[in-house]
């Protein structure tokens, strides 16, 4: 009887450990304003190869968004999407990976600035929320003269799944394609990373365990985050489609946080992909292919946003 209560003691601890770590991340700091803004003076500047260009912010109802303009015409605009544990300035300089686009990023529910007044800051919902604020952008954007064809997303970690969920939600409107999604270790669901957080790094004693705690941190963070953890479900909100915006898929094939099965299951649903696998881990996936991540990117722009004038930037092509 001892035994199966402290079985049964330590489930429950370790479910609501995995349950506050997934709506209020404890390794996240929100940097200091004055931090951010160095930060973003020293992107505007430019250098080793990046044109830098020029920051504003605009509010959008109770967020904010900050759009960075090249200082020569850009084809098309990139949306940043940070991941779990982040925020717009620790994403920021990825917009060095597109000197050829302009760039837009924001904080989801605007927590960074919460934290920073000492507020209780909203709950982390995996996606569930954080998607519909990413196709709010994405309107947004539309509203203010780019294209829908002309956007694109770029999301690692929780970001990829915030921008695979948004995705689906923008296509299933019918008005077509954004320009292409860049993605690198997307969880597949609050449930599937629970468990993976309780299984650690390697499998240890109570990996039998694993599910059930999982499964019970999912549904307690859904409680304390006021969401439905089945709306985080990628494989569940993208079932039966046929994405037409072409992809661009870092796979990290020894990841335990974002299963290879799932991200590959996941890309074979676009109808135009490419498929880059690297033997790493959970978002090393640029520390492992140097600078051949850059060119992978670069060379993704380059055929969704064609350099031949002729050809325009009107239509989204696939990667071969």
Known sequence: MIPLLGVGGFMAWKARSVARELVDPPFYRPQALARVDATYRELAQGRDGDPGGTWRSEEVGELQ????TRPTPSPGIVLLLHGFGDDRWGTSPALKWFPRLDVAIFTYRRRDDALR???PAPAVTFGAMESREVVRMVHHLEASGVERHRILLLGRSLGASVGLLALADLEREGRGPLAGLIWEGAPASSRSFAERLVRGPEDRWWHLLAPPI???????????????????????RTRGMRLATPSLCFLATQDRLAPPEVQRTLAAQFQRSRVIEVPTWHLHCAEALGPAYTGAIRSAVDEWFPLDAKRGPERPLPIR
Do not use: S
């Not at 968004?65 to 960075?68: D, M, V």
């Not at 999982?214 to 089945?230: I, K, L």
């Open 214 to 236: 999982g499964a019970a941190a999912a549904v307690a963070a859904g409680r304390m985050g006021g969401y439905v953890p089945e709306d985080t479900d990628l494989l569940g």
């Open 65 to 68: 968004l900050w759009r960075f």
């Open 117 to 119: 007044r000492g507020e």
